[in-house]
């Protein structure tokens, strides 16, 4: 299942601050799709929590940002719409709190032409 969030109103980082990114259920990865005011990698690792979805860098186990109450293994979410509290860890700071939304949610299997995570084997 791939999953398009829309992250934004982190408001003390910048006002303008956002970020679309996609959630590859699958195979627990992101890419960034398109971000101003927020510095994020091209992609990275999820990592499912109790509290959330952890959104961490290619390399790095500590999350970026969680993203509250998105529940990726859940059997009847997440769903298009669904919002919630997404908290990003400054580098030299406090967390910062900003929402997510579930913009949209392809359920069928996509095989990627031109990706990140494509592999050469068909």
Known sequence: MRITLHLDTFDRIDPN???????DTETCTW?????????????????V???GTQVCGQHDEDPLFILEGLALEDQIGPFEGE???AHWR????????GHWHVQCIDKDAVLAEDSLFATAEV
């Not at 400054?90 to 709190?97: D, I, K, L, S, V």
């Open 31 to 47: 890419s960034r799709e398109g971000h101003a005011g927020l510095k994020l990698p091209e992609w990275g690792q999820l990592h």
């Open 17 to 23: 601050a956002y970020a679309i990114l996609w959630l």
């Open 90 to 97: 400054c580098e030299n700071g406090p967390q910062t709190a």
């Open 49 to 51: 929590g109790s509290c």
């Open 83 to 85: 919002s919630g509290e």
